[in-house]
């Protein structure tokens, strides 16, 4: 047995930091939290100072029941997880979990996996900092108020299931505002005028732009007209030199952000990659929002500059977070070897690794420099002069590593400036075109992923660690969708001059096209608003900034985090109180106008199964109509004729081949009813627009689509799309197509394979199998587990042998063995509900802890 026992979170870490160690240390993971406050309550007894129930969830028993033997053995346990508040807890729960002593428990810190870093880490050891875990408790504790009492007056008030949380409420009030921004935005006109000149040389061209937009479209043609057979010379010219600086190394905000831009990774999943960079280290820690790098990494980024591009394209820098609460103390993201350009693993962990590393190493490198040279290009005729630009690079510096990117959509408003041919003062130039181009102001953009991190990080609501579930979780919940949405046409005037003549056109374009954007849901906007209204502060962007930086004085040991508690919930409780027995239920409810053919008013809403429109008052003698609102309206901003056209769903077309043809909407969206045959419309096209020959295009399809493609054992084989992908159906068998395979030029010989492996994996699944209990012991991917009704259950070890199950014993395992097993993990598994939620309610073993006000009270 080793000396030392060194626990982590993750397994991939444990197994890195492992090999660095010698055989006196035993590493092992604790897979995350090991507790967490009791679920079924809200496991917090405010009237006893916040204290807090904790249990250790079933899923986890097995890992403490080890951690604890070994920790018994061990001379000395190391808790080693990471260096933020939410490790610093990680490292207090297994503290007391596993019943640790002071005098065989040190704490110990890394910033990167790499074994200096984890020997220094090992000679320099310290205790708990109470003042992390009482920051991280009173996160935890807050959040859990806000949503244990939250909740419950949404599922009253507006819908049952409903949710809020703290940080996200915000977050869902900033997509909301910016839509509603979008929509009430109106869009002006103006004229462009630009130009193409020709200096005498055909391959010079020289472009230039007016620095005014004309408003109306007689200015700008009156502008043209003026310019016919005028002479046009440079007027004056300007060359000064011009510098860039390279951006500062990655925080997580900023690697989120330009992981989103440059790769089009999600946040979560730029998250997830990192994670794995970091514990095989490759990467330094990865929730961080300081952009300093340590004097060690200064000198490796000095080192690899000089040895791959040479002593110029150096130039040390340090840089100053500007995010409020950052933690200088920290390190920028950034590799743990400068001199690693790249690393094994999967693409995306290529990807982002080589992300990180250019971006780390231009900011160790010299600035790039230019020479911008600016022309005025004066017009015989009128007293405005046109302006060209363009610059030369005279050294590439940091570019020849790295260019970061910006936002889409402030992208679209800077044109890439090019060269501009050698010109002197007094020159003339020869017209070739010059165009006025009917310009529309833009509405504020839409947040993407990256974007809404970035304003959120401006506020200063959340940390590193929560921006990436903030974002999941307000789509999870169903507040917020992530989609690209169509554009519309739309048309524009241009003017042009050429060969002395000036002609008018009318151009269409297309415009408001949107491509992962965040956009809120019906449902997202009626709980936005009703929070807005009866719970000011917890949608307050200031409020919840405070809040965060109080987090951050508990954390620094300024603040008790009791006292910060009781000042946030007894007016907090006070406002939950008063909304549940004043606030009138929210839906939404908008009037459109009044029906013509039947007089009655309409009106939009959200209704138990999503949006929709109704005619008529609920208390009318004869009963309201109602209708689902398409996919592509919203309760916001539908008008009363788009509403009323969907009253003319569902409507009947001709028959076709004998079988009656319909277009309706039901549970699973729009679809084509074909006899007995529902055929979903394809996404996007909406069901009022689909004709007698669209509808018979759609049926065709699904002809094609279940024809069959093949006969296996003289039954037919059909291929279709799920949700998972491309597959092939089978005497009732679904089999995925993986990518190796041409889907679209499946042969006999593929379909043979395909179905062959199916019906072997399928007599190798159930080892064995309790139909009527809904009970099964099955081969998985990671070995044998139980399934019982939906669950997936662990196979823990024999009683018996005290060692795992042999396939000899799982082959003649009794059902009621396997009951036992699962009684384990799902205590009240087989008992009735009624008598299970009396149990559950008497039964807690969980024992009460309470997260220390500092050391000295955990002594005592």
Known sequence: MAKNLLIVE??????????????????????????????????????????????????????????????????MVWLASDEDREGEAISWHLFETLGLKESKTKRIVFHEITKPAILKAIETPRSIDYNLVNAQQARRVLDRLVGFELSPVLWKKIKPSLSAGRVQSVAVRLIVDREREVNKFNASAAYKITAEFSTGNARELVKAELPQRFEKEADAEKFLNDCVGAGFSVDSLETKPAKRNPAAPFTTSTLQQEASRKLGYSVSRTMQIAQRLYESGRITYMR?????????????????????????????????????????????????????????????????????????????????????????????????????????????????????????????????????????????????????????????????????VKKLEELGIGRPSTYAPTISTIQNRGYV?????????????????????????????????????????????????????????????????????????????????????????????????????????????????????????????????????????????????????????????????????QFKLPFQLEDYQGKEVSVGVGRFGPYVKWGETYISIPKNEEPLSVDQARAIEIIGEKITADAPVAHFQEMPVTK??????????????????????????????????????????????????????????????????????KEMLKLRKNPATNDKYTPEELASISLEEVKKLIIEQVPNAFEPKKASAKKAAGTKTAVKKKAPAKKAAAKK
Do not use: C
């Not at 199964?609 to 109509?625: A, H, S, T, W, Y």
């Open 10 to 75: 993750s397994p991939a870490k444990a197994k890195t930091i492992e090999g660095y160690l010698g055989k006196d240390f035993l590493v092992k993971s604790s897979y995350g939290h090991i507790r967490d406050l009791v679920k079924g309550d809200m496991g917090i007894d405010i009237s006893n100072n916040f204290a807090q129930t904790y249990e250790v969830p079933s899923d986890k028993k097995q890992v403490v029941a080890e951690l604890k033997k070994l920790a018994k053995d061990a001379e």
């Open 481 to 645: 969708v992530k989609e690209d949405r169509d554009g519309r046409q739309r048309s524009f005037g241009t003017i042009e001059l050429a060969n002395g003549t000036v002609t008018k056109r009318t151009k269409t374009e297309i415009t408001g096209a949107e491509k992962a954007k965040l956009f809120p849901t019906d449902i997202g906007e009626v709980v936005n608003d009703f929070l807005v209204e009866h719970f000011k502060d917890i949608v307050d962007f200031n409020f919840t900034a405070n809040v965060e930086k109080e987090f951050d004085e508990i954390a620094q040991g300024l603040q008790e985090w009791t006292k910060m508690l009781h000042s946030f919930y007894t007016p907090f409780h006070q406002e939950v109180e008063t909304t549940l027995e004043t606030a009138d239920r929210a839906n939404g409810e908008r009037l459109l106008g009044v029906d013509p053919t039947t007089g009655k008013n309409v009106y939009t809403k959200v209704g138990r199964f999503g949006p929709l429109v109704q005619i008529g008052e609920n208390d009318d003698e004869e009963k309201p109509r109602y209708a689902s609102l398409a996919k592509s309206q919203s309760v916001g901003t539908v008008t009363l004729n788009e509403a009323l056209e």
């Open 288 to 452: 961080t929002d300081s952009v300093n790098l340590s004097e060690t990494a200064l000198q490796a980024a000095a080192a690899e500059i000089k040895t791959a591009y040479g002593d110029k394209y150096h130039q040390p820098r340090t840089y100053k977070t500007k995010s409020a609460g950052a933690q200088e103390a920290h390190e920028a993201i950034r590799p743990t070897y400068f001199n690693h350009h790249t690393v094994p693993g999967d693409s995306s962990e290529q990807r982002l690794y080589e992300l990180i590393w250019k971006r780390a190493i231009a900011s160790q490198m010299s600035e790039a420099l230019f020479e911008k040279t600016t022309a005025q290009i004066a017009i015989s005729t009128r007293k405005e002069h046109l302006i060209a630009e363009g610059e030369v690079l005279k050294f590439d510096g940091f570019l020849k590593v790295y260019l970061e990117s910006s936002d889409e959509d402030e992208a679209e408003d800077s044109e890439a400036t090019g060269m501009l041919p050698p010109l002197s003062r007094g020159q003339e130039l020869t017209l070739k075109v010059m165009n006025a181009t009917e310009r529309f102001s833009r509405p504020p953009a839409r947040y993407t992923e990256a974007s809404l």
């Open 720 to 789: 279709g799309t799920g949700r998972f992908g491309p597959f092939i159906k089978w005497n009732d068998l679904f089999i995925n197509v993986p990518k190796a395979y041409n889907f679209d030029k499946l042969s006999q010989t593929d379909i043979e394979e395909l179905i062959g492996k199916k019906i072997e994996k399928e007599a190798n699944r159930f080892i064995q199998q309790w139909t009527a209990e809904k009970i099964a012991i099955e081969n998985g991917r990671w070995g044998p587990f139980i399934r019982f009704g």
